[in-house]
């Protein structure tokens, strides 16, 4: 149980466009949803939190009208990065809380999708 | 704001040796957790600590949380090459849910 996947795991753009990534939970209904960004060799840097029906929460220094997220569904969670450029190349990952009635947690804990590397060239 | 801080950073062993990993934090979340993430995956949590002097052992690994519930420890016995990844602590805030990680432990364990 308490499944996270993502759309695409991997992708290579032209700088300029735009990308959208998606995260669903598959067995779950998840109210709230993160992003993370991790640099090779990096730790994962919280870029925002998403708010299903409501307007996603940025963490310090995140541009909201360069990464866009959309929680239209309790299940789906989007990030559009838009205008790419190369120094948005990066590995995207995403999260989110199932309820604890479920059964797959205790502690509030975050379950990960496997993440989508993204190349701009 | 606060911080977690992982030691060492990097750290590469010969199979069958032991090592620890460490995790300290500026202050008190509401409970601790450990993830290992290999390359181009996502991360997997591994535990999660909540009680001061609490301990859980996971196979081989022992995972050990301090009195004071700032502190945080992963206890390797026998590393196989299998444990090769980035082990992350992270704290977790009971107010919005999010998960503060630390710089993370990147171990190589050699055949």
């Known amino acids: 149980g308490a499944v996270v996947s993502q759309h695409p795991s991997w992708v290579i753009c032209k700088s300029g466009t735009s990308v959208k990534i998606e995260c669903r939970s598959l067995?779950?209904?998840?109210?709230?949803m993160f992003w993370y960004r991790q640099f090779p060799k990096q730790s994962l840097m919280l870029m925002a939190t998403?708010?299903?029906?409501?307007?996603?929460?940025?963490e310090q220094g995140v541009e909201k009208d360069k990464f866009l997220i959309n929680h239209a569904s309790l299940t789906l969670s989007t990030l559009t990065v838009t205008s790419a450029h190369p120094e948005d190349s990066s590995f995207y990952i995403c999260?989110?809380?199932?309820?604890?009635?479920?059964?797959?947690?205790?502690?509030?804990?975050?379950?990960f999708g496997p993440g989508t590397r993204l190349t701009v060239l | 704001t606060q911080l977690l801080e992982q030691s060492p950073q990097f750290l590469s062993i010969q199979e069958g040796e032991n090592l620890t990993v460490y995790c300290n934090s500026s202050?008190?979340?509401?409970?601790l957790q450990w993830y290992r993430q290999e390359p181009g995956e996502g991360p997997v949590l591994l535990v999660t600590?909540?009680?001061?002097?609490e301990v859980k052992k996971l196979k081989r690994l022992t995972f050990q949380f301090g009195d004071a519930r700032k502190d945080s420890s992963l206890h390797i016995t026998a590393a196989q090459p299998g444990d090769t990844g980035l082990y992350l602590c992270?704290?977790?805030?009971?107010?919005?849910?999010?998960?503060?990680f630390g710089k993370g432990t990147l171990l190589t364990v050699n055949p």
């Open positions: 202050s008190v979340f509401s409970s």
């Open positions: 992270a704290g977790l805030s009971a107010s919005n849910y999010k998960l503060t």
């Open positions: 999260s989110a809380i199932p309820p604890r009635a479920g059964g797959f947690s205790s502690y509030n804990e975050q379950f």
């Open positions: 067995d779950f209904q998840a109210t709230t």
């Open positions: 998403s708010n299903e029906g409501s307007k996603a929460t940025y």
């Open positions: 600590v909540v009680t001061g002097g």
